[in-house]
C-alpha cells in the first residue's frame, strides 16, 4: 500500500466517538486494578524494597559498601543518575519541542512520556543526595547563609546540576499538570463517587471547559513549551559539563553537550517506547498510541543512536588526531583495554542495534523494536559505564590505577532505582489518565473544520 | 473551500542579475587586485569566500533533504527555491582552486619541514595533500550527486505528479543525511579547523553545520519572500507561511549560540593551554573586539528581531534577521580564519580591508547570477508535489 502524501495522515486509527475516546482512556481509574496490576506491582516493590534495604546499609555503613575506590570514585552512583536523568529526557522532546514542530503525533504519547520524565528526574534526584555519603547534609546544596560560613562552590557544575535539575523537575511538573487540567475536569463530571468527585474537582480548578478557558489554556500552554524547550537541553548539557569541564582524558572534549543530548533524548525513546507497548496493549489504546507513532519515535531513536554513533567516530578520531597521547591511550584503552567488553556492549546496543530500522518491516515488527529500545537502554547504561570508569581507572599515576567492580549493593541500588521509576509508572496508570483526552480530541478526524476551508 | 493552485511561469525580476553582474564585476576586479597586491592575504579569503558558498549550497541541499525526510507540508512551497538555490554546490569547486594552488601560503601542514614537528608528523596521515585531494573530491562528488538526484526527480514530478518520486526523494535524504553530516565536518576540519594543525576541538563540525544551515534558510528565506512580494510564487501564501521560516531560523539561532558557547565554555574552563590558544589568539589586540562583536552580530541582535511572535511573521522584518544572519556568518568565518594570518604574518590584531569584501561581494553577486541562470524553464513553485495543495491551505 503506498502512501498518499497529498493528505495529512490521521494520527489516530479508525474514527472513534469522542465519547468512545473519553470512555477508553477514563476506564482504568474507574475500574478495580487487576490481578496482573498487582502481580506487576508486587514485583517493582519488591525491587524497590532491595534498593531501600541495600541503602539503608549504606547510610548505616558508608559507601565502603560499594565498589568505589580510589581513583574510582564516581561508579554506579554517577552512572545511574546521568541514566536516569537521559530517560527524562524523551518526555520533554515529546512534550514540548514536538509540540513546538506541530508534530501531532506527539498527542497520544505525549502524557505518558511527561509522567516518566518526571519519574526519571526523581530516581535520578536520588542519586546525587546519596552519592555524597552523609545524605543528612544535602541540605547545603542549596546555598543558604549559615553560621558555618560554609557556601557551594559556585564555579562547579556539580553545583549548576542542582540548579538545572530542579528547575527542569519543576517546569516538567507544572507543564504537565497544565495539561492534565482540562481532564481532571473530565474526570470529575464523570465519576459518581463523592469523594473522587471533591478530589478531581479540588485539582481541576474548576475548569469548566469554557471558550475562555481553552483560549488561555493554549497560550499557556505554548509558553511553557518554549521554556521547557531549552531547559531540557541545558540539564543534560550541564550533566555533561560535570565531566566536560575537567582535564580529565576522555572527560574533556567539546562534543560533550550536543553528544550528551542526543544520547538522552535516545535512551529517553527507548524507554517510553518499551512501556508503551505494554500500555496501549493493555489498556486497548492501540487506536490512539498507533504503529506508526511507534514507528516515527523508532525512526527518532535511529537519528539519535546515529548522532550518538558520530560523536564517538569524532571523539576517536579527535583523540588521535590531538596527537595527545594519554587523550589516544584512553580510547584505545576503552576499546582494547580492561573494559573493552563494556565497551563493545555500548557499540553494539548504541551504534549497530538501531542501524536495524532502516528496515521498515523491522521498524514495524513490535517484538523486534521492543528487543532493540532494550538494547538501546543497557548500550546506553554502558555509555556512561565506559565514559566514567573506563577514565578514572586509569588516571595519570599508573601506580594507582585500578579496576572496579561493583558490590551486591551496588546492584541493589540499581535494581532499586527501576523499582522506583516503574511503581511510580503503575501507580500513575492506574491514577491519572495516560493519554491527554482533551487533546486527541483535537486530533482526531474532522474536529478542526477550520483548519481545511472557510478561511478564506 | 481550499484554494486551487494558481500558478504561472514568470521569469526572476530581471534586475536581480543586473545587481548580480554588477557585483559579480566589482568582485573580480577586489579579487583580482587582492592576489596582485598581497596573494596570501587573498588566499586565506578565498578560504573564506568558498567556505560561504558551500554554506549557500549546501545549507540549500540539506533544507531539501531534511524536507523530505521530516515530512514537512509548511516548506513546500519554497522547495524549488532551494533547489535552484543548492544548484550553488555546481561551482564550489571553482572556489577551491586559489586555495588548492596556493596551499603552501595557507596550510602550515602541508609543508615538508611540517614533518619535523613531532604533533604533525603523527597526524600525517590525514594531513597531507594527496588524501586532502582525495577527500575534497569525493566530498564535491557527493554534494553534486544528491543535487541532482532531488531535482530531477523534483522536477519531473512538476509534469507527471506521481508521488512516487516524493518516496524515492525520501529514501535519498535519508541516504544523504549520514553523508552530509560526515562530508560537512571533512570540509570543516580540513580546511577551516587544520589553518591552525595544532588545534583541535571535537565539536568543531557541528558549529560550523550551525552556521551552514542559518545561512541556506536567511538565503532561501529572502529569496522566497522577495520573489512572493513579487507575485511570482503560488497565490495564497502570506504570513502563516512565513511564520514556519523566522521559527526554524530563531530555533538555528539559539542552536548556534549553545554551540559556540558549549566549545567555548568548555575550553576556558579545562584551561589546556594546547586548546586555549586558538581563543587567545582571537582575544589579542583588537581581535578582542571582532570576538566580542561575535556575541551580538550572531546571537543577540537577531535573538532580539527575531523573538517575538509578530516578527515571525512580518516579511521585513524577517529579511531583516536574514540579512543579519547572512552576514554573521561572513563575519564568523572571518573569525574564524583571518587570525591564523595575522598570527603568521606577525601582524597584531586583527586586519580588515577591501582583501576581506572582495570574496563576499563576488560570492554574493554570483549566487544571484547563477540563480537566474538555473531558475531559467523552471517552475519557481514544485507544482507537482502531492503536498502543496495542504501546503498552500496551511493555517496556524
Redesign the interface.
Known amino acids: 500500500m ?7 495522515l490521521s494520527v489516530i486509527e479508525g474514527k472513534p466517538s469522542l465519547a468512545t475516546i473519553t470512555h477508553d482512556i477514563s476506564v482504568p481509574m474507574e475500574t478495580m486494578p487487576n490481578k496482573a496490576f498487582y502481580i506487576a506491582l508486587s514485583v517493582t516493590l519488591t525491587f524497590l524494597g532491595i534498593g531501600a534495604f541495600c541503602l539503608i546499609l549504606t547510610f548505616i555503613y558508608g559507601i565502603g559498601l560499594w565498589g568505589n575506590n580510589n581513583p574510582v570514585g564516581w561508579a554506579f552512583d554517577i552512572v545511574n543518575f546521568v541514566f536516569w536523568i537521559g530517560i527524562g529526557h524523551a518526555g520533554t522532546l515529546i512534550s514540548a519541542i514536538l509540540f ?1 514542530f506541530r508534530q501531532k503525533w506527539r498527542t497520544g504519547i505525549a502524557r505518558f512520556a511527561e509522567a516518566m520524565t518526571i519519574f526519571a528526574v526523581m530516581t535520578a534526584g536520588l542519586f546525587p543526595l546519596i552519592h555524597v555519603g552523609r545524605p543528612w547534609l544535602d541540605g547545603y546544596l542549596l546555598p543558604h547563609p549559615n553560621q558555618h560560613g560554609l557556601w557551594v562552590n559556585f564555579t562547579s557544575p556539580l553545583l549548576w546540576d542542582v540548579f538545572a535539575v530542579s528547575t527542569y523537575a519543576t517546569v516538567s511538573l507544572i507543564f504537565w499538570y497544565v495539561g492534565l487540567i482540562p481532564d481532571f475536569a473530565t474526570l470529575r463530571d464523570r465519576t459518581t463517587n463523592n469523594i473522587k468527585k471533591l478530589i478531581y474537582s479540588v485539582l481541576s480548578f474548576g475548569w469548566r471547559h469554557s471558550n475562555r478557558h481553552w483560549q488561555h489554556y493554549e497560550m499557556v500552554y505554548l509558553i511553557l513549551a518554549g521554556f521547557a524547550t ?1 531547559l531540557v ?1 541545558s540539564v543534560h ?1 550541564i550533566v555533561s ?1 560535570d565531566f ?4 580529565l582524558p576522555g572527560w ?7 553528544y550528551f543530548v542526543a544520547g538522552a533524548v535516545f535512551s529517553g525513546f527507548a524507554m517510553v517506547q518499551n512501556a508503551l507497548i505494554f500500555i496501549r496493549k493493555v489498556f486497548k489504546l492501540e487506536y490512539i498510541i498507533t504503529l506508526d507513532t511507534l514507528e516515527k519515535m523508532n525512526k527518532i531513536m535511529l537519528l539519535t543512536g ?1 548522532i550518538v554513533g ?2 564517538y567516530g ?2 576517536f578520531f ?1 583523540a588521535w ?4 597521547p594519554l587523550e589516544l591511550f584512553t580510547f584505545v584503552n576503552r576499546a582494547f583495554g580492561d573494559y573493552a567488553w563494556a565497551y563493545w556492549i555500548m557499540m553494539t546496543c548504541n551504534v549497530f542495534s538501531p542501524q536495524l530500522f ?1 528496515f521498515k518491516k523491522l521498524r514495524r515488527s513490535i517484538p523486534f523494536m521492543f528487543v532493540v529500545a532494550i538494547f538501546v537502554n543497557v548500550g546506553m547504561w554502558f555509555e556512561r559505564f565506559v565514559i566514567i570508569v573506563t577514565s578514572l581507572s586509569r588516571d595519570f599515576l599508573p601506580s594507582s590505577w585500578a579496576y572496579y567492580k561493583p558490590t551486591l549493593i551496588d546492584g541493589g541500588i540499581l535494581l532499586g532505582s527501576f523499582g522506583l521509576f516503574f511503581t511510580l509508572v503503575l501507580l500513575f496508570t492506574k491514577a491519572m489518565p495516560v493519554i491527554s483526552i482533551a487533546e486527541v480530541k483535537a486530533v482526531v478526524d474532522g474536529s478542526q473544520p ?7 | 473551500m481550499s484554494s486551487k493552485i494558481e500558478y504561472t511561469k514568470q521569469p526572476i525580476p530581471a534586475n536581480w542579475t543586473k545587481i548580480g553582474m554588477i557585483l559579480t564585476v566589482l568582485g573580480l576586479a577586489l579579487v583580482g587586485a587582492s592576489f596582485a597586491m598581497d596573494s596570501t592575504r587573498a588566499t586565506f579569503n578565498s578560504i573564506l569566500g568558498m567556505m560561504f558558498i558551500i554554506s549557500i549550497g549546501l545549507g540549500a541541499l540539506f533544507t531539501i533533504g531534511i524536507e523530505y525526510l521530516a515530512g514537512a507540508v509548511w516548506s513546500t512551497p519554497y522547495r524549488r527555491v532551494a533547489e535552484i538555490l543548492a544548484s550553488v554546490v555546481l561551482i564550489v569547486p571553482i572556489f577551491a582552486i586559489p586555495g588548492l594552488i596556493k596551499m603552501h601560503d595557507v596550510f602550515h601542514w602541508s609543508h615538508a619541514e611540517a614533518l619535523q614537528d613531532a604533533i604533525l608528523k603523527n597526524k600525517s596521515a590525514y594531513l597531507n595533500t594527496t588524501f586532502f585531494i582525495v577527500r575534497m573530491v569525493a566530498v564535491f562528488i557527493i554534494w553534486i550527486v544528491f543535487y541532482f538526484i532531488f531535482t530531477k526527480n523534483s522536477e519531473k514530478q512538476d509534469i507527471t505528479k506521481d508521488q512516487k518520486l516524493t518516496k524515492r526523494n525520501i529514501k535519498f535524504s535519508a541516504l544523504f543525511m549520514p553523508l552530509f553530516a560526515i562530508s560537512l565536518t571533512i570540509m570543516a576540519v580540513d580546511w577551516m579547523m587544520s589553518l591552525e594543525p595544532h588545534w583541535f576541538s571535537t565539536i568543531y563540525g557541528v558549529y560550523y553545520f550551525a552556521g551552514t544551515f542559518l545561512t541556506g534558510l536567511s538565503f532561501i528565506t529572502i529569496i522566497a519572500i522577495s520573489l512572493n512580494e513579487r507575485g511570482l510564487l503560488v497565490k495564497g501564501l502570506g504570513e502563516d507561511h512565513y511564520y514556519s521560516l523566522g521559527a526554524m531560523m530563531f530555533a538555528f539561532v539559539n542552536f548556534w549560540a549553545y554551540i559556540a558557547f558549549s566549545q567555548y565554555l568548555l575550553i576556558w574552563y579545562a584551561n589546556l593551554p594546547e586548546e586555549t590558544y586558538w581563543f587567545i589568539n582571537r582575544y589579542e589586540g583588537s581581535w578582542a573586539y571582532v570576538s566580542y562583536g561575535l556575541v551580538f552580530v550572531h546571537f543577540v541582535i537577531p535573538y532580539i528581531i527575531l523573538l517575538p511572535q509578530p516578527a515571525k511573521k512580518d516579511p521585513k522584518r524577517l529579511k531583516l534577521a536574514a540579512f543579519i544572519l547572512i552576514f554573521a556568518h561572513i563575519y564568523d568565518l572571518y573569525w574564524l580564519i583571518m587570525p591564523t594570518y595575522t598570527k603568521q604574518h606577525g601582524i597584531e590584531g586583527m586586519v580588515f580591508s577591501f582583501y576581506e569584501i572582495a570574496f563576499p561581494v563576488l560570492i554574493i553577486g554570483v549566487v544571484m547570477v547563477w540563480f537566474g541562470i538555473m531558475s531559467k524553464n523552471k517552475n519557481l513553485v514544485p507544482i507537482g508535489d502531492p503536498k502543496l495543495q495542504q501546503a498552500i491551505d496551511f493555517h496556524l
Open positions: 503506498d502512501k498518499d502524501y497529498s493528505k495529512e513546538l531549552p537541553l548539557t559539563f566536560a569541564v575537567s582535564i574533556h572534549t567539546t562534543i560533550f553537550p550536543p546515529t558520530y560523536a569524532m571523539e579527535i588526531y590531538s596527537g595527545n532502516w477550520t483548519h481545511h476551508g472557510g478561511h478564506e
